[in-house]
């Protein structure tokens, strides 16, 4: 923060908050399906999110290497299985990601109702 | 579209929707300055969004190239200004960037609300 800052009140833009970690698209799809199941195995979330393993495999270690999710390789069965769980700090990250957006996107409908009257 | 695609409904995600160029953060950012103003100063969309003027150049041109914003260089008295405006186009995304924000916004919420009873 700057000494001089003095930008007026309510200028500050929402978008200036996100995070490009959280904010990534395939990476915001990732922490959304994981937010709402808190863990999934790797093939379930590559195909809800419709990518390539490879895609989805370096998304998750940047989102890993940030302390976002954890991965989990193990068996079932014979089959190998790729766990990933969204940790604490990924859910915080994701929700304030979320409530950045619900900012952005009411400034955007007050827009919508008319010139501002402030 | 695969032709044997037979996702089950409500499973694609909102997040598979979203458009790179649109967005970007910074990119977002000027689009909704942008949207509401319909036209604004280089040093305005700079200060607003707390950028350099060389990060604001390099995501106006790729917005420029992909049509979704003008950029016009000329003088006001002896100043030189550079003016930034929206294009149909450009609203049109940032409209759809948006809609799919509130949807991905809206899963979030319906999963806080408690498991799904469907």
Redesign the interface.
């Known amino acids: 923060m700057s000494p001089i800052d003095e930008?007026p009140a309510g200028?500050?833009?929402p978008?200036?908050s996100?995070d490009?970690t959280v904010?990534q698209?395939?990476r915001?799809?990732a922490l959304?399906?994981l937010?709402?199941s808190a863990q999934a195995e790797f093939t379930f979330l590559r195909?809800?999110?419709?990518l390539t393993a490879g895609n989805l495999s370096r998304h998750l270690q940047v989102l890993e290497e940030a302390g976002l999710v954890e991965v989990d390789k193990g068996y079932e069965g014979r089959r190998p299985r790729t766990w990933v769980r969204i940790t604490k700090a990924g859910r915080r990250a994701f929700l304030d990601e979320?409530a950045q957006?619900?900012e952005?996107?009411r400034?955007?409908d007050d827009?919508a109702e008319g010139p501002d009257r402030g």
Chains 1, 2 share one sequence.
Request: hydrophobic share 45%; aromatic share 0%; glycine share 4%.
């Open positions: 930008r200028q500050a833009h978008t200036q996100l490009d904010h698209r395939t915001l799809g959304a399906v937010h709402e195909e809800a999110l419709d979320i957006l619900k952005l996107i400034r955007v827009a």
